[in-house]
């Protein structure tokens, strides 16, 4: 079965940097767009950033991400990152990993069809 496992969260201060990975199996890792979506406490999950399969050479940012977050992937580990710096106590929240056939999907519809368990990331002020 699929399975996204998540790891890299942790409290930090504003303005540190974190990086998150997600590793992925069960799937042609490939042939899949991958993101990253975050819940903070009582909100709504939310899309932060995604990447088109294979190549990974089109990345799609939320407003709140860019400038600051990059989304990557490595093919040959079937994991995606998330580089998060200059990181702000609005960024706190369970950040979740997510995987579509579809880049439309994932970063469009925000209904990827699998889902990780996510991660916490808090950040102190």
């Known amino acids: 079965q699929v399975q996204l496992v998540e790891s890299g969260g942790g409290l930090v201060q504003a303005g540190d940097s974190l990086r998150l990975s997600c590793a992925a199996s069960g799937l042609t890792f490939s042939e899949y767009a991958m993101g990253w979506f975050r819940q903070a406490p009582g909100k709504e999950r939310e899309f932060v950033a995604g990447i088109i399969r294979r190549s990974g050479g089109s990345q799609l940012y939320a407003d709140s991400a860019k400038g600051r977050f990059t989304i990557t992937r490595d093919s040959a580990k079937s994991t995606v990152y998330l580089q998060m710096g200059a990181l702000k106590p609005e960024d706190t929240a369970v950040y979740y990993c997510?995987?579509?056939?579809?880049?439309?999907?994932?970063?469009?519809?925000?209904?990827?069809?699998?889902w990780g368990q996510g991660t916490q990331v808090t950040v102190s002020s």
């Open positions: 997510a995987a579509d056939l579809s880049f439309h999907r994932l970063v469009e519809l925000h209904v990827p069809a699998y």
